[in-house]
């Protein structure tokens, strides 16, 4: 390649590197004038949307609903809460429109305050689909919802953790910005801003602190990515500073050896609040969900000044859809998820009942247990199963004798 060819090839990557930077710097300014919190007690109805998406998505979300509306029956009676389906966030619409979120259903969706929603099929080169951008990666960059918080819990080991995964920024905000420099060099992009890893590193020292844990662990690889990890990095240690009062320490674990410790079980129980950017959670917390019981079992909260978004932490399984197994698709992901969303919206109790009756169902009792497959329940089964054990007046005790044994 002779040198005004390779200049040509730069200048057009400088141009669509500058048109990412002016996004990303009026993206801060945006953070900086910040906006309040939405306040549930307020909110009358508060509108819940469902969002069944693709694959097993249709058969988990509907078991999910079914919980959710058992839970907050009273609610939806009293006119409190509005259950509102929203059905254009399939692939095939996605790809019609050739959007991740097509402008009338990402309308449709910021007319609800909260979103449960199913997993999405997310296309990769080569797949049957036109390769668009994630519906997820687009929904938390278009509603702001900036911290994507995870909790593992295995009661009887002693493990509880919470990871708050930054939610807007890291590799994903740009994943699908990236170029082909010339036809041999690509280029994708990470960012790191200030103020996107202060607000998601304050969110889990408040969680810390409200929560009474004395530890909140930073996950990086800031000794290799040395500037955007490196900023996390300073973000947490400065913050750590201003929750020392309350008995709140630190740590900092590179996310290699980190995903070993999670396998550590002399020591992984010490783990209890982890911040981390947006792709190493991605990866880390998908492990910790095994230990729970697989990733069918996790649920995750988008959380956003505004709106805030439900889901699995899981894809949409198109494996098991091809075989044919999608009625013995886990649906606790996405009850937990409908379990983080009742805390959210100001039923803290509720929330507590259906997530121990989710742990009796799927840890400790166990009368039927999901396998994936047609050698165990399947997902309509224990649906039911978990409401018997959520209407069981014995939960409570149930629940207390489980967690002990640690
Ligand atoms: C998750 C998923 C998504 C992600 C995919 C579907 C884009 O794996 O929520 O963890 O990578 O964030
Ligand atoms: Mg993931």
Redesign the pocket.
Known sequence: MDKTERYSYIEKAKEHFAGIMIEQLDRIEKMKKGEDWSDFEKIDPVIIGVCWGDGIGKEISKHAQRVLEHVLIDQKRKGKVEFRVITGLTIENRVKHSKAVPDDVLAEIKKCHVLLKG?TT?PQAGDKWPNIE?A??ALRRELDLFANVRPVKVPKEGIDWCFFRENTEGA?VLGSKGINVTEDLSVDFTIMTEQGAERIVRMAFEYAKKNKYNKVTAVTKANVVKTTDGRFSRAVKRIAGEYKSFGIGTDEWYIDIMTAKLLDVARRNEFQVMVLPNLYG?IL?DEAAQIQGGVGTAG?ANIGKRWAMF?A???SAPRMVEEGREKYADPSSMIRASAMLTRHIGHPERADRLERALEIAGQYEKKISITGRSTGATGEEFTSYLLDCLNDPDLENKWEEFSVKK
């Open positions: 997993p997310t994630s997820n990666v994903y991605d917390t995750s889901e932490i899981h894809g």
